[in-house]
């Protein structure tokens, strides 16, 4: 046997690799530890946030839910509720790096390692700052400290060392000033530059086919990876070089529903304008946000014997169904009221019959070029926005409704008034909220009842505040 081999399989050995094995498991628990720590502490800035709520253990699903509407809309991410359920309430080990990842993001952190690093600061600028202690000598007194004197006479070896090292010093300055311009100071130009883009339309809303004129001014040394994207409502897309530093280009979009114009650099979008083509009269958009799911039907596809309009499933391409349906039925006309001064009700409903997703939510809107009035109702009694008028805008942890027990699967009738910058909201003809605004939305031109599921509408009525009506559908006789 070589003497390797005895080593291998000596008592020595096999101590040292239980050593290592013991050294692995203690710093995996030491994560595991201080991860756990950092998850209290995300629970605890929630809790702080959401204070409305009462604490984290006793959130419902119906309040996970909504967390989990309010998390897509800031990040993009989808965490589901019951997951969310599981992390506040401290019922998993371990929740994977995404879940914590879009948690912190939520909370304004650029991701869960920023998270823990300006914990980890605010902890260290906490602590105490060790005092270093002298040694003392067996008598007492402490231990005095000498500096050598070295003799000042350099030989040529040493002359020779200065200058390597001097020389070697300003080749790191020179690299490091390189990197430093490469890697942050020509970003960060880069990044004002692109902040200097102007990207406007004059006209993105209207009557399909719709056709809107495009302002720029591009910085000239950008110009070059610039490129314009127009996205039709199918999902289309378009691409457009630009030429010139300044200038205009218009485009026509011919598919119903929300299309976009986007200026990219290099892949990225910088800029992005809604662009909503519309058809006169009433349509029906459904959507699945989450898969990116968008189609316009004509509104007698809804029609009922009954005299109300409700969209059959089946008519809902089958990969949209599934948990996020959004079903919105649409009435567009031009300078249909003064946006500031009127009054809009609707008979709504949303019930299993209507193929109603859990929660229920029904909202109504009447929207202009440049704003919108609106609120959103659902059996839990919180809604993700819950009521806007102009530029105000109440979310659905601000205000909680469920003491109006609104119960979806009735027929209940929501309204709207508009009087000198003052919107209230009714349900059933009774006052639930009142907002002040300052800035006039103009011409209304557009009217939106969206359920969660498909929903119902039995009539829609549009009035001046002196009782004269401007508008008026009770859908009992059938509309191409």
């Not at 990876?225 to 289309?236: C, F, P, Q, R, S």
């Not at 009221?337 to 009447?366: L, T």
């Amino acid at each position: 046997m070589t003497a390797r081999s005895r080593f291998e399989n000596s008592p020595l050995m096999a101590f040292s690799l239980a050593g290592f094995r013991k050294g692995s498991y203690i710093y995996k628990n030491m994560d595991e530890i201080k991860d756990r720590r950092y998850i209290k502490e995300i629970i605890r800035e929630y809790a702080t946030r959401f204070v409305s709520w009462g604490a984290p253990e006793s959130w419902d699903l119906d309040q996970f839910k909504t967390l989990e509407n309010m998390i897509l809309e800031s990040t993009d991410v989808t965490v589901n509720a019951n997951t969310l359920k599981r992390f506040f309430q401290q019922r998993t080990g371990n929740p994977q790096l995404a879940t914590r990842d879009a948690l912190c993001r939520f909370l304004g952190y650029a991701g869960y390692t920023d998270f823990v690093i300006k914990k980890t600061r605010i902890e260290e600028a906490a602590t105490v700052t060790t005092e270093i202690n002298i040694p003392e000598q067996a008598t007492g007194q402490k231990e005095e400290i000498t500096t050598p004197i070295f003799n000042s006479i350099q030989t040529p070896a040493q002359k020779s060392n200065k200058i390597y090292i001097y020389l070697l010093s300003v080749l790191l300055l020179i690299l490091s000033g390189y990197l430093l311009y490469t890697l942050k100071i020509k970003e960060i130009y880069t990044n004002y530059l692109l902040s200097k883009i102007s990207f406007t339309a004059a006209n993105p809303k209207g009557v399909n086919p719709l056709t809107v004129t495009f302002s720029y001014s591009i910085p000239s040394s950008l110009l070059k990876d610039i490129k314009l994207v127009y996205e039709e409502a199918n999902g289309d897309t378009a691409e457009k070089q630009l030429s010139r530093p300044v200038g205009k280009v218009n485009a026509t979009y011919i598919n119903e529903g929300d299309g976009y114009c986007q200026v990219q650099y290099k892949g990225r979008t910088i800029k992005s304008i809604l662009i909503e083509n519309r058809k006169s009269g009433w349509s029906i958009f459904t959507r699945n946000e989450r898969k990116g799911i968008f189609r316009t039907l004509p509104i007698y596809e809804a029609y009922k014997k009954e005299g109300y309009v409700s969209l059959p499933l089946d008519s809902v391409v089958p990969e949209a169904r599934p948990g996020h349906l959004f079903v919105s039925y649409v009435y567009y006309k031009d300078k249909l009221v003064d946006g500031d001064n009127f009054m809009f009700e609707a008979r709504v409903r949303n019930s299993v019959k209507d193929f109603a997703i859990p929660r229920s939510d029904v909202m109504m809107y009447i929207l202009s070029n440049t704003g919108r009035h609106g609120f959103a109702l659902n059996e839990a009694g919180y809604a993700y926005i819950k009521f806007i008028s102009g530029e105000k805008n109440i979310k659905g942890d601000d205000y909680n409704l469920s003491k109006f027990n609104f119960n979806a699967s009735d027929w209940h009738v929501m309204g709207i008034r508009v009087e000198n910058k003052r919107s209230t909201f009714y349900l059933d003809g009774q006052k639930i909220y009142n907002i002040d605004y300052t800035q006039p939305i103009g011409s209304a031109n557009e009217l939106i009842l969206r359920f969660k599921g498909c929903g119902a509408v039995d009539y829609v009525k549009v009035s001046k505040l002196n009782g004269q009506v401007v508008y008026e559908q009770d859908f009992d006789s059938l509309l191409q």
